[in-house]
């Protein structure tokens, strides 16, 4: 395991997803998991999210489109909210959205919809999970 990447990893996956989400990832590993949880660290959020090329929202943009094609519901809600800690827009999200919707399929959209919908509502609220 490279150290270095696995501290950028860290501090990637801490930034887009939150303190309290990492914290209780990691927490809850075990000798099952922990390799699982330092691969995902270390070439997941350092090797891929720590490279030069595109932006943390871009990156972010790109996660919305792949979990939603992929039904992948709960990530796709804790990317939500690590797409609007790196900056994108609700409108952004919208049409992200749409895009997947039409090359996806409407269940698709209408899923990652109702999803983001939340989301939103949560944090107009206040009530968005750390």
Same mark, same amino acid.
Not at 24 to 46: I, K, V
Not at 101 to 118: L, N, T
């Given at each position: 395991?490279?150290?270095?990447?696995?501290?950028? *990893?860290?501090?990637?996956?801490?930034?887009?997803? *939150? !303190?309290?989400? /990492?914290?209780?990832a990691?927490?809850? +590993? !075990?000798?099952?998991? !922990? !390799?699982? $949880?330092?691969?995902?660290?270390?070439?997941?959020w350092?090797? /891929?999210?720590?490279r030069d *090329?595109?932006?943390? @929202?871009?990156? +972010?943009?790109n996660?919305?489109?792949?979990l939603?094609?992929?039904?992948?519901d709960?990530?796709?809600?804790?990317?939500?909210?690590?797409?609007?800690?790196? *900056?994108?827009?609700w409108d952004?999200i919208r049409?992200?959205?749409?895009?997947?919707a039409?090359?996806?399929?409407?269940?698709?959209? /209408? @899923?990652?919809f109702?999803?983001?919908?939340r /989301?939103?509502?949560?944090e $107009?609220?206040?009530?968005?999970? +750390?």
């Amino acid at each position: 395991m490279s150290e270095e990447r696995y501290q950028q *990893g860290l501090e990637i996956r801490r930034k887009v997803l *939150g !303190d309290r989400y /990492v914290d209780r990832a990691t927490g809850h +590993s !075990d000798p099952l998991t !922990d !390799d699982f $949880q330092n691969l995902l660290t270390e070439y997941c959020w350092g090797g /891929v999210w720590g490279r030069d *090329g595109l932006s943390m @929202a871009r990156r +972010s943009l790109n996660n919305l489109c792949i979990l939603a094609t992929l039904g992948r519901d709960e990530e796709f809600e804790l990317h939500v909210r690590g797409a609007r800690r790196n *900056g994108c827009t609700w409108d952004e999200i919208r049409e992200t959205l749409i895009q997947v919707a039409v090359y996806s399929g409407m269940p698709a959209g /209408v @899923a990652a919809f109702r999803i983001a919908k939340r /989301v939103r509502d949560e944090e $107009q609220a206040g009530t968005t999970p +750390s």
